[in-house]
Nanobody, 124 residues
Framework: HVQLVESGGGLVQAGGSLRLSCAASEDTFSDYAMAWFRQAPGKRRDLVGGISRSGLNTYYADSVKGRFTISRDNAMNTVYLQMNSLKPEDTAVYYC?????????????????WGQGTQVTVSS
């Protein structure tokens, strides 16, 4: 069983930056593609982006492309979400998720493990 713990959320002004981290409990971290999802109040949880288990391939939703960057350090069992040029519409609870596959998949139900979420609030 993989435990995922997110950190790094907080309150930031529009145009600012935050970096989220997601630490995994297992040394088999490199067996998992990792993704970041987010859920705003009253909305469904959406895929923000993800990274293959090797780290060589990434995917981003159109809404964050060019502003957000996902990376991973398999030696540290950690995946990161660097968020730049933040907008008020980026306000949400951000979750990391793990799927035991080579590459990221889009369906929320395919993911095996989830973190508890971290709140990101962007003020205008």
């Amino acid at each position: 069983h993989v435990q995922l713990v997110e950190s790094g959320g907080g309150l930031v002004q529009a145009g600012g930056s935050l970096r989220l981290s997601c630490a995994a409990s297992e040394d088999t971290f490199s067996d998992y593609a990792m993704a970041w999802f987010r859920q705003a109040p009253g909305k469904r949880r959406d895929l923000v982006g993800g990274i293959s288990r090797s780290g060589l391939n990434t995917y981003y939703a159109d809404s964050v492309k060019g502003r957000f960057t996902i990376s991973r350090d398999n030696a540290m069992n950690t995946v990161y979400l660097q968020m730049n040029s933040l907008k008020p519409e980026d306000t949400a609870v951000y979750y990391c998720a793990a799927v035991r596959r080579v590459a990221v998949v889009g369906r929320e139900t395919d993911y095996d493990y989830w973190g508890q979420g971290t709140q990101v609030t962007v003020s205008s």
